[in-house]
């Protein structure tokens, strides 16, 4: 199975120099921090995210961006003409208003994306996992037999492609298929998700598990194509 959730403290070597020089800021400027205020709220988080990934906030904040950004959303009321408004009505389809903020679509994928970077391994790590050395596994990232993201100057690989104690099997003859349009967090689910087509036993299989079973590899290339390429196209 994939390896377990696995969470790195930035502790270890303290808060970053960005986030050390925040707070001097915040210290010299006389602020009073206060239980409930926003100032605070942000501090903490920004903290915390720090913890959770092990890296420094404005290196996970340049992994958050580098996804696309929608465009902002106006009120439907601004946008749409009142026969226009009618018929989403009639359809079912009619928004008055976002859903909060914690409801939404982007608010769900910063999350997965914070959570995949707080997990994936280093190079070093992933060095150690494979039983290989750095330079090999910057190799492969290279030609794409391995998946990075950008995390700062160093990458990250994410962990669906590994075992608890090497590689998904045939990943080398997947990743290469993986369109680099695509972002990681999409090819996750896409590994994780139970997919109709690679079945065992009358029961529906995730690629990963499908993979370590001892399924084709080709099958999941296949799958890859129709959903990212096709599909996109």
């Known amino acids: 199975m994939s390896s377990p959730t696995r969470r790195r403290s930035h502790a270890r070597g303290g808060a970053s120099r960005g986030m050390q020089q925040l707070d001097e800021l915040v210290t010299a400027s006389?602020?009073?921090?206060?239980?409930?205020?926003?100032?605070?709220?942000?501090?903490?988080?920004l903290h915390k995210l720090e913890m959770v990934?092990?890296?420094a906030t404005t290196d996970v904040l340049d992994a958050l961006t580098a996804t696309e950004t929608p465009a902002p959303v106006s009120a439907a009321s601004q946008i749409l003409t009142a026969e226009q408004e009618a018929v989403l009505r009639s359809a079912g389809s009619?928004?008055?208003?976002?859903?909060p903020v914690e409801q939404r679509a982007s608010t769900r994928t910063a999350q997965r994306i914070v959570?995949?970077?707080a997990t994936a391994l280093t190079a070093d790590e992933a060095?150690?996992?494979?039983?290989?050395t750095s330079g090999r596994i910057r190799q492969r990232l290279g030609a794409k037999t391995l998946l990075g993201v950008k995390v700062g100057s160093a990458h990250r690989l994410p962990g669906f492609q590994f075992t608890e104690d090497g590689e998904?099997?045939?990943w080398d003859?997947?990743?290469p298929a993986v369109p680099s349009s695509v972002h990681p967090v999409s090819i996750a689910r896409f590994m994780h998700t139970a997919h109709p087509d690679l079945t065992v036993v009358g029961e529906a299989l995730p690629p990963t598990d499908w993979l370590i079973g001892g399924g084709d590899p080709e099958y999941v290339v296949s799958m890859i194509h129709t959903a990212f390429v096709v599909h996109a196209s």
């Open 53 to 55: 990934t092990g890296a």
């Open 127 to 132: 060095a150690e996992r494979l039983g290989v």
């Open 94 to 99: 009619f928004i008055d208003e976002m859903p």
């Open 30 to 45: 006389g602020y009073k921090p206060g239980k409930n205020d926003e100032l605070t709220a942000i501090l903490s988080r």
């Open 173 to 175: 003859r997947i990743a």
């Open 168 to 170: 998904l099997p045939g």
């Open 115 to 117: 959570d995949m970077i």
